[in-house]
């Protein structure tokens, strides 16, 4: 008894041990417990994909967007009027709707307006031809008086080019060899060359324009039938509708405010006896659609104006400085409480995608520049994971 007692003791004693010691290693032993550190090579691996496909979607980004500026700069011709005619209908739009609301079928109301719109572009041009002719004709008589008067201005800064030269000589910077230099000329383009080609261009933007009027809803309807889900169809709606809204009150504000600038300045130059006062007054207006190089090319113009008119340097560049005061309070005042905060734009965002368009388009680069950049806006601020660029082009 007393033997089996002390061996079931010892027995027992020995299986309570044996049974401890077999628990504290699963509770303190890290070698039995591999999650913790999988799930964290899991969690590696999954940020390095997604740091991998972001770096991807970025070098993806940057190629898609040079290709585009590649494509842009070498398709100009075929690319212009398609964009010169989707503006031009977006600005239509309005009056699109209300008139084929009406009694009017859809194609009589785009050929009315399109009718209107190509009088409307003849009549001006022909009001504005003969004065323009004739400044071009006295164009080089103007440069012969104007030049003593930029040569008396620029006359401290030729001085202050001598003294540097002379410097240069005196440390022996100016002993290079006479080198002669030859500039060809590039070559002239013909104008029976230019004329068709313009010609065909302004016919493409017509109907180009017609049929943007007549079938933009079915285009628009058809888009959002390739669109699989409720939300990218609203998302689609909402940026075609913004963009028609916010453009054609950009446009309309922008030409309205353009022509009240374009009648005052023409008004300020009739009150200072300067030639062909309406000539520049139109020229403001449409110089205007352009900001900052507009009117700073409008400035240089009307001092050059100014220069070969009057006698004395005060009343030269006082054409230049009153249009500079008037586009002051246009572009500070009129506009922006005209527009409020619908077309919040970065100044400098303005002035960079100015000089990208205007290098790679030239005239009508710098007129179609801030109505993309409207809609590069409105697009950003409405997809998800652009909204940041919308941020950065707001003011």
């Not at 933009?216 to 990218?232: A, F, I, K, P």
Request: hydrophobic share 50%.
């Amino acid at each position: 008894m007393t033997a089996s007692g002390n061996e079931e003791e010892a027995n027992g004693g020995s299986t309570t041990s044996v049974d401890d010691t077999a628990q504290k290693p699963a509770a303190t032993n890290p070698a039995n417990a591999p999650a913790p550190s999988g799930a964290s090579l899991n969690r590696a691996i999954r940020e390095s994909q997604l740091d991998l496909n972001a770096r991807i979607h970025r070098l993806l980004g940057i190629l898609v967007v040079g290709g585009g500026l590649y494509t842009c700069y070498f398709a100009a011709e075929l690319i212009l009027p398609i964009l010169l005619a989707i503006f031009l209908a977006l600005l239509l739009s309005p009056l699109m709707k209300r008139l084929s609301s009406s009694w009017l079928p859809r194609w009589i109301a785009a050929l009315l307006l399109i009718l209107i719109s190509v009088s409307s572009v003849v009549g001006i041009g022909n009001v504005l031809y003969t004065p323009a002719s004739e400044w071009v004709a006295k164009a080089p008589k103007v440069m012969r008086n104007v030049t003593p008067k930029l040569k008396a201005l620029m006359r401290p800064i030729a001085e202050a080019n001598k003294v540097g030269e002379s410097l240069s000589e005196m440390a022996g910077e100016g002993k290079s060899g006479n080198k002669t230099v030859v500039v060809q000329a590039p070559p002239k383009a013909s104008l029976l060359t230019t004329t068709p080609r313009v010609l065909a261009s302004v016919l493409a933007v017509v109907l180009l324009t017609y049929f943007f009027l007549l079938y933009g809803d079915t285009v628009l309807r058809r888009t959002l039938m390739m669109r699989s889900t409720w939300e990218q169809k609203r998302i689609t709606v909402d940026i075609v509708r913004s963009i028609q809204n916010d453009l054609s009150r950009y446009f309309l504000t922008v030409c309205s405010t353009s022509i009240l600038l374009g009648i005052a300045t023409s008004a300020l130059l009739w009150a200072l006896d300067v030639e062909n006062p309406f000539l520049w007054g139109a020229m403001a207006a449409l110089l205007n659609l352009t900001p900052y190089v507009g009117p700073l090319i409008m400035g240089v113009l009307l001092s050059m104006v100014g220069l070969s008119q009057f006698p004395t340097l005060g009343m030269a560049f006082l054409p230049a400085a009153g249009y500079l005061a008037l586009h002051l309070l246009e572009s500070q005042m009129a506009t922006p409480l005209a527009l409020g905060e619908t077309i919040n734009l970065n100044p400098l965002a303005i002035i960079l995608w100015l000089m990208i368009w205007g290098w790679m388009w030239g005239i009508l680069g710098l007129l179609l520049a801030v109505p993309m950049l409207v809609c590069l806006k409105i697009i950003c601020s409405r997809v998800e994971g652009l909204q940041g660029w919308a941020i950065m082009l707001e003011k």
